[in-house]
């Protein structure tokens, strides 16, 4: 827990005293009083509050005639109920809010304020009001708060965050008489411990939570491998038939309507966890899913979703296990099925993707013995009157074709528009109208392949895929995980052809044993993506630079001698290329 950011020195509390009774008469406030603590008071009066209510909980609307249910309340309760005997008598109170800030519970002094709203829109300046515009401890005390009731009372506040995302879920608050000289508060230790015991009940809670829905996702896939997903808003399961059906379009509305059907079941005991809904996903996709919420101690945990392929899914499912390219992620296996679907029918079809992105060996896997042409090594040839008798042809780098060549295509998807075509195609500089025409025949028909750095959950196959057969006697290619995760942080610009040249100047070259470690890759994957777009300059002045550290082994002072540069001029040069 953090301690609260006050000012060193605070007015004495007889001047804040003085100071407020000025306030509420509408006079100047002195230029000394703290700019918090005055506008606090400015808040209040815009709100409304009256200062000199006797009971807050008797004018703010009530909320319950019970507490309500919430996790925090339910992890929080055993916590607060074990440290509550500690109290004492006297002014000392320990109160719970959720991050509305209303009272979920409460022990000590007052005793019957259990229901009330501490919102500043309510009853004014506060410490738990304080701590969660913060996001730190807050302490408040006596004349710093603005309603009278409160005058005699110091209270510090400490923030209870979600353990998985850090979100703020409410505060842990502890009450008591004024302490005379505005210090920290004497109270503090037992409200962060406080809030630090709630902390790991919940995570205790969800992590038995995550296993009662892992198990759960397990049953739901069963021996046959059934397209299954899991999803509790925060985490995701994806059987591996359910990651080749589910586009990332499909996934998405898959989780909002799993979390729009936890909000409707989760709402405590008593909400209805034993019927399912069946959803239809985007038509792309091509599937539906039933959705059965997942039950525990009377709430409603997660949500398991079983996909059914809806009319042409389930053939394309099944082409998509014949495309022998490595990876299985939403995006690359959305694309290769979308593009087996469109190479069943013996029409054209366009592959859209950057360089090295696998437009030629997919086209490959789609046909049966194509005719292969590159428009980069000449002119077409023969490849029109191979298309008329029925065999594949398949034009690389169409961007790269000669107009006459264009025309001559355009002519013949005219007349004959549904021969079996496959063309790959590189965006790059605008189109001229001629090939503009021939992109827009095709485009009804086009699939484009997703970029590595768009897909960095395949890396690990694909450095399976593309090592090289080592050689009798040597183990396989393997990796230390610090250079997995450089390899999937890179933006590869030459996707995954750059990926297989790196490994096989690897698999080729290298004389060290064991696996692969971070230190051996090259520079930029080593180093990591820039966190900012780089300049021409910026990008060979970085590359001398990481050249220099490499030859002095990381020792900067020899590096920036070697440039000719100060020490000082170095560290400013990394700073900014780190942000």
């Known amino acids: 827990m953090t301690t609260a950011e006050r000012p060193a020195v605070r007015p004495a509390l007889a001047s804040l005293r003085r100071a407020r009774e000025l306030f509420l008469l509408g006079q100047q406030?002195?230029?000394w009083v703290p700019e918090d603590v005055a506008a606090a008071w400015k808040r209040a009066r815009f709100f409304g509050v009256r200062h000199d209510?006797?009971?807050?909980a008797a004018d703010a609307p009530?909320?319950?005639?019970?507490?309500?249910?919430?996790p925090l309340l339910n992890a929080a309760r055993p916590v607060l109920?074990?440290?509550?005997?500690?109290?004492?008598t006297g002014q000392t109170s320990l109160v719970l809010t959720d991050e509305r800030l209303r009272v979920l519970w409460t022990a000590g002094f007052p005793s019957d304020h259990a229901h009330y709203d501490l919102s500043e829109q309510v009853v004014g300046h506060n410490s738990a009001a304080l701590a969660l515009h913060t996001h730190h401890r807050a302490e408040v005390h006596g004349p710093e708060h603005f309603l009278d009731l409160w005058q005699d009372i110091s209270a510090v506040s400490v923030p209870v965050r979600a353990p998985e995302t850090g979100r703020l879920l409410g505060t842990v608050?502890?009450?008591?008489?004024?302490?005379?000289?505005?210090g920290p508060h004497p109270g503090a230790p037992l409200a962060e411990a406080a809030a630090s015991a709630v902390e790991a009940e919940l995570l205790s809670r969800?992590?038995?939570?995550?296993r009662v829905l892992l198990d759960a996702y397990l049953r739901a896939v069963g021996?046959?491998?059934?397209?299954?997903?899991a999803l509790d808003g925060r985490n995701r399961l994806i059987s591996e038939t359910a990651g080749q059906l589910l586009s990332p379009e499909g996934l998405e509305v898959l989780e909002r309507s799993a979390v729009a059907l936890l909000r409707e079941r989760g709402r405590g005991p008593g909400a209805p966890c034993d019927t399912s809904d069946r959803i239809r996903l985007p038509d792309g996709t091509g599937c539906a899913a039933v959705l059965t919420p997942v039950p525990h101690l009377g709430s409603v945990v997660g949500v398991v979703a079983v996909l059914e392929p809806v009319g042409h899914a389930a053939v394309a499912s099944a082409v998509r296990d014949v495309v022998g390219l490595a990876g299985r992620s939403a995006p690359w296996r959305h694309a290769v099925g979308r593009a087996a679907e469109l190479a069943g029918s013996p029409e054209p079809l366009l592959l859209v993707g950057e360089r090295g992105t696998g437009k030629t060996s997919l086209a490959r896997e789609l046909t049966t013995n194509p005719l292969i042409m590159d428009a980069a090594e000449g002119e077409l040839s023969g490849g029109g009157d191979e298309l008329m008798i029925g065999r594949p042809l398949l034009i690389r780098h169409v961007e790269r074709l000669a107009q006459p060549d264009t025309a001559a295509l355009n002519s013949l998807l005219?007349?004959?528009?549904?021969?079996?075509?496959?063309?790959?195609?590189?965006?790059?500089?605008?189109?001229?109208?001629c090939l503009q025409r021939l992109l827009d025949t095709l485009a009804a028909r086009s699939v484009t392949l997703p970029a590595l750095r768009e897909r960095p959950d395949d890396i690990r196959e694909l450095l399976t895929a593309l090592a090289p057969k080592p050689a009798p006697g040597r183990p396989p290619l393997t990796w230390t995980l610090d250079a997995l995760r450089a390899l999937e942080q890179h933006p590869w610009p030459g996707n995954v052809t750059e990926l297989a040249h790196l490994v096989r100047a690897l698999a080729e070259h290298r004389r060290a044993t064991g696996p692969v470690r971070r230190s051996e890759l090259p520079d930029p994957v080593r180093e990591g993506p820039a966190p900012r777009l780089l300049s021409p300059m910026e990008h060979a002045e970085r590359a001398a630079i990481l050249d220099a550290l490499r030859l002095h082994g990381g020792n900067k002072a020899r590096a920036a001698a070697t440039l000719g540069i100060a020490r000082a001029t170095l560290y400013r040069k990394l700073r900014g290329y780190r942000g």
């Open 206 to 210: 969800s992590l038995v939570a995550e």
């Open 223 to 229: 021996e046959q491998t059934r397209p299954v997903v």
């Open 53 to 56: 209510v006797k009971d807050p």
């Open 29 to 31: 406030l002195p230029d």
């Open 62 to 70: 009530r909320l319950s005639l019970r507490v309500p249910e919430s």
């Open 414 to 433: 005219d007349s004959h528009p549904g021969v079996p075509l496959l063309v790959t195609y590189t965006p790059g500089t605008p189109p001229g109208p």
């Open 173 to 182: 608050t502890v009450t008591s008489g004024l302490c005379a000289e505005c």
């Open 81 to 88: 109920e074990r440290i509550a005997p500690t109290l004492g």
